[in-house]
């Protein structure tokens, strides 16, 4: 089993920044791949970046420039810095681990950018 912890969110103006954070019960190192996704209202959950257990990134073009996904292995916490935030990247942001080809999610976490 594996517990994702979001943290974070909130409310923000255009062009203001936020960092989440998703605190993982498990050595990140048995993890295939951490991920951010988001959910807007009425919209299907999108993938926003991803980092293997490499550590290369990747990012939606949407975000490319204005978010960062990093890691911190000793505390086995994923971060995602967010700047320059729009107003559509308003959305509930969720945490995702890869473990034995199984995904596992956080409860998410509101992000929303007032324009």
């Known amino acids: 089993q594996v517990q994702l912890v979001e943290s974070g969110g909130g409310l923000v103006q255009a062009g203001g920044s936020l960092r989440l954070s998703c605190a993982a019960s498990r050595n990140f190192f048995l993890f295939s791949a951490m991920r951010w996704y988001r959910q807007a209202p009425g919209k299907e959950r999108e993938l926003v970046a991803s980092?293997?257990?490499?550590?290369?990134?990747n990012y939606a073009d949407s975000v490319k420039g204005r978010f960062t996904i990093s890691r911190d292995i000793a505390k086995n916490t994923l971060y995602l810095q967010m700047n320059s935030l729009k107003a559509e990247d308003t959305a509930v942001y969720y945490c995702n681990a890869e473990y034995i080809s199984e995904d596992y999610w956080g409860q998410g976490t509101q992000v929303t950018v007032s324009s």
């Open positions: 980092v293997p257990r490499s550590g290369s990134t």
